[in-house]
Every structure is written in structure tokens, then in C-alpha cells.
């Protein structure tokens, strides 16, 4: 079987997955349907490794291959089909989109076992994973514009899953107007290239990109900072970030699998995939990795105030993410994909280490109320503080590895990218600080009574309510189940959990300066056409960048240790003392009340002039009232002969005929 | 004799018809003044028929005739029933039908 076969293969398994799960849901006993859906996943991965296996035993010119399902729209010059590309980048996020969504299935059979809606949870997970693999799939704009817009539904779907909770579908529906923007700015750069280069399939484009446009043409920026806008939506990024946070209303699975390993980085991959034009076009590269890196230091700062534990993983992804944009607008394609792989391995092993502590605290989320929970949990801690090394960037993780090569290129490239790579170090040290402080607030210092109850193996059980507002709740569908899993009594979460351990303790092994550098080489022929192919650190200096990053990483933990584990009494002191700047960054730098200022109230308000101007007084009154008052006035003179006055009707009965004989006389005289 | 005659002497009874349809109250009368006006206009066709010398006006005049038979039955059989519901046997006061 070809790589092609397999790239069809891996798209359909998906779709047969949420089929039967859509279908045979109140047919399917026990766990089954959680079952079949990560098999369809496993087929998925098991297609993807055949198309690596195909693609590496063809020549590295002929890695790039196109098979179309059928021709959309076919006219004299145009044509659209529905086709595929399989090429080295492709099949990098195949192989990392499929694996991971493998793993968070196997975690998610136990996790939402009890869970009224899990058939429904099961086929939206399928079809989240449909829709991602077609968008990276994809040959042409058409099919990424489809893949995308799947997967935003998919993104508010599983958000709102519990949909009975007012705060989820606020939520969902914040997510998807945000990302909406995002959908314009993309479909409207399609346009602007379809225009220019007269196709929308990524080999024409790419080689008219040559021929049609100079150096920073200005169609061509404006297509790519519309495409940019797409991507920062889709990835959390500045100005369009606020809807991450807040899509951590939905079940942990899901914010492990779509808002940390898949969809947010699907801006990256675009802006990876899109990246002969952002070369010819460098301004917008340059804007994108300025907002990049803005990103990643907001987020840093906020993950550090900050009391629920999902929304501090929420931020560090947003975070983390700027990473990967930057490495990619610096032409970093390697370095900022690796990071996407590792990232995706560590930030996905972290939700689900979060989501065995909310089980065992059942359903409380805040820092605030944990503490302690070593003992209780030592499998859920090993694993969690595994991922905390990584993201932290503790030498010899993948994180170590990933992370800081980024920088190393941004620095290679020179001038200004040097200020931005200086940017990055800092706030890797503050990642390393927050990584920190959720391990050591939450698996140290005091037990809390849920940790001590767990020690004596009884899990905390506590009335069902809404984390965020505490609003009352019960366990019927639309709300979660009754039980609360925790990894140690669940051998699937186990299993999903322990390969993410592994890996992000391991990965970071595939790319190590100097000795082996597989993700760039098997990345190499999708960015051979790349100008700054040649821009490479040497060894040495990469050596040195990874140096530096590592041990900023042992400072940050080194800093979260001595403030939350030796001198308690520093964090309340510095608190008071940078009392308003810390509730600047515990409001998250205002953005929701700025956006509600400067969006939702103005519109709110049109939607009300609207109703009462508009349709009340113009429409209702004016327009239904004036035709109805015009008919009312004309018809009252007829009311007025009708009287129901005998003799009244007789006398105009003979008016009438007199008057008509009178007339047919005299004209006929 | 000259048909001008009969058809004067049909107009005239027609006006008093006319005169009594437009002035009584009583519905009763009103009927009454309604066949007037038929049988005026019957004594109109008769002088026609007359004059032409041919039977087609006599027999449309019977024609007339049952249909003011038929009529009046009906407008009878309505006084009837308002004496039934006991409303008032009046013209003027009989003006539901109003717009």
C-alpha cells in the first residue's frame, strides 16, 4: 500500500469510529463505544506510521504526494478538487495529532465512564480528530477551510459538552465566535491568493509565489496577516486568546487533546505549511513573531497569579504556543515543530495529571484548596512532575531539547530576533517557576483533607456544583457523572498516562544537536525550498543556547521552591507588597473586561436599539401599523353606507336603477 | 286603446309601491307594497304583449307571478319567526346587519 492508500485510510478510520459510536449508542454495553472510538484512533496512528514507512523509502525529491477524492468545481481555467497532500510535514502531524488522540481515548474510557453523555463524548472525539486530520491533510484551501471549520464546531461542541452548565456554554460559544474571526480573516486570504495566483491548490500557489509577487508585495502581506489572523485565533494567541481559559470549562480530556496537543496548534502548522509565502512576504513573518513572543510573556506572567489549575495549564499552553509561532516565523520549521511534538506529549500528560487530582478533590478545581497530595496519588505525582520538568525545560527532557533550539535559530538569524530570543529565556524562567508552583501546591506542604481521606483509601466525595460559580448541580445528562476517577484505581488512565511520561522524559532524544537531528531531517524535503535553510546555529552554540535555557529552568525551580516549600511567609509578603500588580495579573491584564468594553457591550446595545427602535417603532409601528391604519381609514367610509337600516338600502337600491335607466335614456337619445 | 295609457296607470301604481316600500315600518305592509310594485310591473308587460300581439309578455308575466308568490312565502315565513323570537315587528329596529 501506497503513502496515499494509507493517508485515505487514516482519514476514514475516524469517521467509521464516529459512525458506529453515533449509531449504536444505546446498543453498545458498558465501556464499549469508548473502546471502539480509540480503535478507530489506533487505526488512524497504525495508517499514519504506513505512510512514514512509505515516504522514507522514496527518494527525498519525490516525497510529495497528491491524490484527489473527487473534482469539487471543474470550469476552463479553474479547478477544485477534493484532494490530499502527503508530504514529510503532513505526516509529522498525523503521526503526533493521531498518537496523542490514541492515548487521551484510552484515558478518557475511564475517565468519563460515569458520564450520562459518554457515547455522545466518544463520536464528537472522533470527529474532532476527522476534522484535524483532514485540515492537516489537506491539498488546498478548500479542504483546510472545511477541516478548519469542522474542527472550531467540534472545539464548541465538546466545550458545551456538559451543556446543562450556563458557564460551559458561554464558553463554547465565546470560542467559536472568536474563532469565527479567525475563519474570516482565512477564507478572505484564499480569495486574495485565488486572485493573484489564480488557484487554490498549495502547489500552484506556491510556485506562481515566484512569478507573481515581489519581495513584500502588499496583497501578498495582506493575504498572509489575514492568514495569520486565522492562525492566532485557532491558537490562543494575542489579541485573540481569551477564549483558551475559558474552553477549560469542558471535560479534561478534551483541554488535553484539543486546547493543548491538536487544534491550538493548528495555527502553527498553517503558518509552517504557508511558509513560501510568509518568506517572500517578511513583514507579516515579523509581525507574527512579535505578537509571538508578546504571547508567550503574557501568558507566562498570567499562569503565575492565576488559582485554577486548569486555567494555569490553559495559560502555560497559550504560552508555549507563542514558542512554536515564533520558531516558525523565524523560519524554525524543525525546532518549532519538534516543540509542537514534545509540547503535545507534556502538556497532554499535565491535563491528565490535573484531571486525576480534580477527581480525587471531587470536581474542585482551585489551588487554593489542594495541597499535599504526594502520598495519596505517586503515580499521578511522578507523572505530573515529569511533565512540570519538561515544560520547565530541565536538562535532558524533551522540553530541554525543544524548547530552547527555538531560540537558538531566532538568535542565528540576528538583529532584532535577538531582543525576541532574549524575551523568550525570560519567560522560560518564569515557566519553570509556574510549572513549579502548581507541583509544589499541589503534591506538597499539607494534605488537605480530600489527600488525607485518599491515604486512607476513601475517595473524597463532595456534593455535585459548578466549580467556577458553585451553582448546585446534579449527575444527569448535561452535567458530569457521579463518579470521580483518579489514575491509581484506573488502569486505562494508567496506561494513557505512562507512554506520556516516557515520552516526555525520552523524546527529546530524536533531536539532539549535533548527534542526531531526525525531526529536521525527515522534516527537510517539505522546507527544502526554504531561503534561511542555511541559517543553523553550529553545534557548539546550540550546545551553549540549550545551556543557558537549562539552567534558567533550574533557577525558576529553584525560585518556586524556596517561595512555596522553605519561606512561606516571602509569597504573603510579596503579595502585599505588589499588591496591584498582582491583581493586574490575576485579572488576566483585563483583556475579558476590555473586550466586553469594546465588543459585547456596544453590540449588546445595537441588538437592543434594534429590538425597540427598529423593530418595535419602525417596523411594528411605522410600516405594519401605517398599512393597516391606511386600510383601516379607507374601509371606514364603506363601513359608513352599511348601516343595517332597511329602508336605508331600499332607497339606495332605487337611487342606483333610476339613475342607471336615466343615463342609458339620455345616451340613447 | 293606445298602451301609452296601461303604462302610465303601471308607473303610477309602481310609485305608490315605491312610496310604501320607502315609508312603512310594518314589514308586513312593506311585502304588501312589494307585490304592488310586481304587479305593476306584470301590467306593464300584459299592454306590451298587447301591443306586439304576440304571447311572449303574458307568459313572462306569469313567471312574475310565482316568483312573487315564492318571495312572499319566504318574507312570511321571516315575520313568523321574528313573532316567534318575540322582536319587534319593525323595520327601523331590525338593523344588526351593520358594518
Given at each position: 500500500m501506497d503513502a496515499i492508500s494509507f493517508g485515505w485510510l487514516v482519514l476514514s478510520f475516524p469517521v467509521a469510529g464516529m459512525l458506529t459510536v453515533s449509531l449504536l449508542w444505546n446498543r453498545l454495553p458498558g465501556r464499549l463505544g469508548g473502546w471502539i472510538a480509540s480503535g478507530a484512533i489506533l487505526g488512524s496512528f497504525l495508517s499514519s506510521i504506513g505512510m512514514f514507512v512509505d515516504l522514507q523509502d522514496r527518494p527525498e525529491h519525490a516525497r510529495s504526494l497528491v491524490d484527489s477524492a473527487w473534482t469539487y468545481a471543474a470550469t476552463v481555467d479553474f479547478k477544485v478538487d477534493m484532494s490530499i497532500l502527503v508530504d514529510p510535514l503532513a505526516v509529522f502531524m498525523c503521526l503526533v495529532v493521531s498518537g496523542v488522540s490514541f492515548l487521551i481515548h484510552v484515558y478518557s474510557v475511564a475517565y468519563?465512564?460515569?458520564?450520562?453523555?459518554y457515547s455522545r463524548y466518544f463520536a464528537y472525539l472522533n470527529y474532532f480528530v476527522f476534522s484535524m486530520l483532514l485540515l492537516v491533510l489537506a491539498g488546498n484551501f478548500v479542504v483546510l477551510i472545511i477541516g478548519w471549520a469542522f474542527v472550531g464546531a467540534a472545539s464548541y461542541l465538546l466545550i458545551s459538552f456538559?451543556?446543562?452548565r450556563a458557564t460551559a456554554t458561554y464558553a463554547g460559544i465565546k470560542a467559536f465566535v472568536i474563532n469565527v474571526v479567525g475563519d474570516v480573516g482565512l477564507v478572505i486570504a484564499a480569495f486574495l491568493l485565488l486572485d493573484k495566483?489564480?488557484?487554490?491548490d498549495y502547489r500552484g500557489i506556491f510556485q506562481a509565489t515566484d512569478n507573481v509577487f515581489?519581495?513584500?508585495d502588499g496583497t501578498l502581506v495582506a493575504a498572509c496577516l489575514l492568514i495569520l489572523l486565522g492562525a492566532f485565533a485557532k491558537s490562543a494567541q494575542?489579541?485573540?486568546?481569551?477564549w483558551l481559559p475559558d474552553a477549560?470549562?469542558?471535560?479534561t480530556p478534551v483541554s488535553a487533546l484539543i486546547?493543548?496537543?491538536?487544534m491550538v496548534t493548528a495555527g502553527v502548522y498553517l503558518i509552517a505549511r504557508m511558509h513560501p509565502l510568509f518568506e517572500m512576504a517578511p513583514t507579516a513573518a515579523d509581525v507574527s513573531a512579535i505578537i509571538g513572543t508578546a504571547t508567550l510573556l503574557f501568558a507566562a506572567t498570567v499562569a503565575v497569579a492565576v488559582t485554577d489549575l486548569k486555567r494555569i495549564i490553559a495559560y502555560s499552553t497559550i504560552s508555549q504556543i507563542g514558542y512554536m509561532v515564533l520558531g516558525v516565523s523565524v523560519a524554525a520549521y524543525g525546532p518549532g515543530l519538534f516543540h509542537l511534538m514534545t509540547h503535545a506529549f507534556f502538556k497532554a500528560l499535565l491535563f491528565m495529571g490535573a484531571g486525576s487530582v480534580i477527581g480525587a478533590m471531587s470536581a474542585a478545581q482551585s489551588i487554593?484548596?489542594?495541597?499535599?497530595?504526594r502520598k495519596a496519588m505517586p503515580f499521578t505525582f511522578v507523572t505530573f512532575t515529569v511533565g512540570a520538568l519538561a515544560l520547565a525545560g530541565f536538562?535532558?527532557?524533551?522540553g530541554f531539547f525543544s524548547k530552547d533550539e527555538i531560540l537558538g535559530f531566532a538568535i542565528a538569524r540576528g538583529s532584532g530576533y535577538v531582543v525576541l530570543a532574549v524575551v523568550g529565556y525570560l519567560a522560560a524562567f518564569v515557566t519553570a517557576f509556574y510549572a513549579f508552583r502548581m507541583v509544589f501546591r499541589v503534591f506538597f506542604r499539607n494534605a488537605v483533607p480530600e489527600a488525607r481521606e485518599l491515604e486512607k483509601g476513601h475517595l473524597a466525595h463532595h456534593e455535585?456544583?459548578?466549580?467556577?460559580?458553585?451553582e448546585k448541580e446534579d449527575t444527569d445528562v448535561g452535567f458530569p457523572g457521579p463518579e470521580h476517577h483518579i489514575a491509581e484505581r484506573s488502569w486505562p488512565m494508567k496506561a494513557a498516562m505512562g507512554p506520556l511520561a516516557l515520552l516526555a522524559a525520552l523524546a527529546g532524544l530524536v533531536q539532539v544537536p549535533g548527534i542526531d537531528e531526525a525531526v529536521d531531517k525527515f522534516l527537510e524535503p517539505t522546507f527544502a525550498?526554504?531561503?534561511?535553510?542555511?541559517?543553523h546555529p553550529s553545534t557548539g552554540t546550540e550546545w551553549t543556547e540549550l545551556g543557558i535555557g537549562g539552567l534558567l529552568g533550574i533557577a525558576g525551580i529553584g525560585l518556586a521552591y524556596l517561595i512555596?516549600?522553605?519561606?512561606?511567609?516571602l509569597r504573603l509578603q510579596i503579595r502585599e507588597r505588589f499588591d496591584a500588580l498582582h491583581t493586574f495579573l490575576f485579572n488576566k491584564w483585563y483583556f475579558d473586561e476590555l473586550y466586553e468594553l469594546l465588543f459585547t457591550r456596544p453590540v449588546a446595545a445595537l441588538g437592543r436599539f434594534g429590538r425597540n427602535?427598529?423593530?418595535?417603532?419602525?417596523?411594528?409601528?411605522?410600516i405594519v401599523g401605517g398599512a393597516t391604519g391606511v386600510v383601516r381609514v379607507g374601509s371606514s367610509f364603506a363601513r359608513a353606507?352599511?348601516?343595517?337600516y332597511l329602508r336605508g338600502y331600499a332607497l339606495m337600491l332605487l337611487v342606483g336603477v333610476g339613475a342607471l335607466a336615466l343615463y342609458f335614456l339620455i345616451s340613447s337619445s | 286603446m293606445d298602451v301609452a295609457w296601461f303604462l302610465v296607470l303601471s308607473a303610477f301604481i309602481f310609485c305608490i309601491g315605491i312610496a310604501g316600500v320607502l315609508t312603512r315600518r310594518n314589514p308586513l305592509v312593506v311585502l304588501l307594497c312589494l307585490e304592488l310594485m310586481l304587479n305593476a310591473g306584470n301590467l306593464a308587460l300584459i299592454a306590451f304583449a298587447r301591443m306586439h300581439g304576440g304571447a311572449a309578455g303574458q307568459v313572462f308575466a306569469l313567471i312574475v307571478m310565482v316568483i312573487a308568490a315564492c318571495e312572499v312565502v319566504v318574507g312570511l315565513g321571516i315575520i313568523v319567526a321574528l313573532y316567534r323570537h318575540r322582536l319587534p315587528i319593525d323595520v327601523d329596529e331590525l338593523s344588526e346587519l351593520r358594518g
Amino acid at each position: 500500500m501506497d503513502a496515499i492508500s494509507f493517508g485515505w485510510l487514516v482519514l476514514s478510520f475516524p469517521v467509521a469510529g464516529m459512525l458506529t459510536v453515533s449509531l449504536l449508542w444505546n446498543r453498545l454495553p458498558g465501556r464499549l463505544g469508548g473502546w471502539i472510538a480509540s480503535g478507530a484512533i489506533l487505526g488512524s496512528f497504525l495508517s499514519s506510521i504506513g505512510m512514514f514507512v512509505d515516504l522514507q523509502d522514496r527518494p527525498e525529491h519525490a516525497r510529495s504526494l497528491v491524490d484527489s477524492a473527487w473534482t469539487y468545481a471543474a470550469t476552463v481555467d479553474f479547478k477544485v478538487d477534493m484532494s490530499i497532500l502527503v508530504d514529510p510535514l503532513a505526516v509529522f502531524m498525523c503521526l503526533v495529532v493521531s498518537g496523542v488522540s490514541f492515548l487521551i481515548h484510552v484515558y478518557s474510557v475511564a475517565y468519563m465512564a460515569s458520564d450520562r453523555g459518554y457515547s455522545r463524548y466518544f463520536a464528537y472525539l472522533n470527529y474532532f480528530v476527522f476534522s484535524m486530520l483532514l485540515l492537516v491533510l489537506a491539498g488546498n484551501f478548500v479542504v483546510l477551510i472545511i477541516g478548519w471549520a469542522f474542527v472550531g464546531a467540534a472545539s464548541y461542541l465538546l466545550i458545551s459538552f456538559w451543556y446543562r452548565r450556563a458557564t460551559a456554554t458561554y464558553a463554547g460559544i465565546k470560542a467559536f465566535v472568536i474563532n469565527v474571526v479567525g475563519d474570516v480573516g482565512l477564507v478572505i486570504a484564499a480569495f486574495l491568493l485565488l486572485d493573484k495566483t489564480g488557484s487554490l491548490d498549495y502547489r500552484g500557489i506556491f510556485q506562481a509565489t515566484d512569478n507573481v509577487f515581489r519581495v513584500d508585495d502588499g496583497t501578498l502581506v495582506a493575504a498572509c496577516l489575514l492568514i495569520l489572523l486565522g492562525a492566532f485565533a485557532k491558537s490562543a494567541q494575542l489579541p485573540l486568546h481569551t477564549w483558551l481559559p475559558d474552553a477549560m470549562e469542558g471535560p479534561t480530556p478534551v483541554s488535553a487533546l484539543i486546547h493543548a496537543a491538536t487544534m491550538v496548534t493548528a495555527g502553527v502548522y498553517l503558518i509552517a505549511r504557508m511558509h513560501p509565502l510568509f518568506e517572500m512576504a517578511p513583514t507579516a513573518a515579523d509581525v507574527s513573531a512579535i505578537i509571538g513572543t508578546a504571547t508567550l510573556l503574557f501568558a507566562a506572567t498570567v499562569a503565575v497569579a492565576v488559582t485554577d489549575l486548569k486555567r494555569i495549564i490553559a495559560y502555560s499552553t497559550i504560552s508555549q504556543i507563542g514558542y512554536m509561532v515564533l520558531g516558525v516565523s523565524v523560519a524554525a520549521y524543525g525546532p518549532g515543530l519538534f516543540h509542537l511534538m514534545t509540547h503535545a506529549f507534556f502538556k497532554a500528560l499535565l491535563f491528565m495529571g490535573a484531571g486525576s487530582v480534580i477527581g480525587a478533590m471531587s470536581a474542585a478545581q482551585s489551588i487554593d484548596r489542594m495541597g499535599g497530595f504526594r502520598k495519596a496519588m505517586p503515580f499521578t505525582f511522578v507523572t505530573f512532575t515529569v511533565g512540570a520538568l519538561a515544560l520547565a525545560g530541565f536538562p535532558l527532557t524533551a522540553g530541554f531539547f525543544s524548547k530552547d533550539e527555538i531560540l537558538g535559530f531566532a538568535i542565528a538569524r540576528g538583529s532584532g530576533y535577538v531582543v525576541l530570543a532574549v524575551v523568550g529565556y525570560l519567560a522560560a524562567f518564569v515557566t519553570a517557576f509556574y510549572a513549579f508552583r502548581m507541583v509544589f501546591r499541589v503534591f506538597f506542604r499539607n494534605a488537605v483533607p480530600e489527600a488525607r481521606e485518599l491515604e486512607k483509601g476513601h475517595l473524597a466525595h463532595h456534593e455535585p456544583e459548578n466549580p467556577a460559580s458553585g451553582e448546585k448541580e446534579d449527575t444527569d445528562v448535561g452535567f458530569p457523572g457521579p463518579e470521580h476517577h483518579i489514575a491509581e484505581r484506573s488502569w486505562p488512565m494508567k496506561a494513557a498516562m505512562g507512554p506520556l511520561a516516557l515520552l516526555a522524559a525520552l523524546a527529546g532524544l530524536v533531536q539532539v544537536p549535533g548527534i542526531d537531528e531526525a525531526v529536521d531531517k525527515f522534516l527537510e524535503p517539505t522546507f527544502a525550498d526554504s531561503r534561511y535553510a542555511d541559517v543553523h546555529p553550529s553545534t557548539g552554540t546550540e550546545w551553549t543556547e540549550l545551556g543557558i535555557g537549562g539552567l534558567l529552568g533550574i533557577a525558576g525551580i529553584g525560585l518556586a521552591y524556596l517561595i512555596y516549600l522553605r519561606r512561606r511567609s516571602l509569597r504573603l509578603q510579596i503579595r502585599e507588597r505588589f499588591d496591584a500588580l498582582h491583581t493586574f495579573l490575576f485579572n488576566k491584564w483585563y483583556f475579558d473586561e476590555l473586550y466586553e468594553l469594546l465588543f459585547t457591550r456596544p453590540v449588546a446595545a445595537l441588538g437592543r436599539f434594534g429590538r425597540n427602535v427598529v423593530e418595535t417603532d419602525f417596523v411594528q409601528g411605522t410600516i405594519v401599523g401605517g398599512a393597516t391604519g391606511v386600510v383601516r381609514v379607507g374601509s371606514s367610509f364603506a363601513r359608513a353606507i352599511q348601516t343595517g337600516y332597511l329602508r336605508g338600502y331600499a332607497l339606495m337600491l332605487l337611487v342606483g336603477v333610476g339613475a342607471l335607466a336615466l343615463y342609458f335614456l339620455i345616451s340613447s337619445s | 286603446m293606445d298602451v301609452a295609457w296601461f303604462l302610465v296607470l303601471s308607473a303610477f301604481i309602481f310609485c305608490i309601491g315605491i312610496a310604501g316600500v320607502l315609508t312603512r315600518r310594518n314589514p308586513l305592509v312593506v311585502l304588501l307594497c312589494l307585490e304592488l310594485m310586481l304587479n305593476a310591473g306584470n301590467l306593464a308587460l300584459i299592454a306590451f304583449a298587447r301591443m306586439h300581439g304576440g304571447a311572449a309578455g303574458q307568459v313572462f308575466a306569469l313567471i312574475v307571478m310565482v316568483i312573487a308568490a315564492c318571495e312572499v312565502v319566504v318574507g312570511l315565513g321571516i315575520i313568523v319567526a321574528l313573532y316567534r323570537h318575540r322582536l319587534p315587528i319593525d323595520v327601523d329596529e331590525l338593523s344588526e346587519l351593520r358594518g
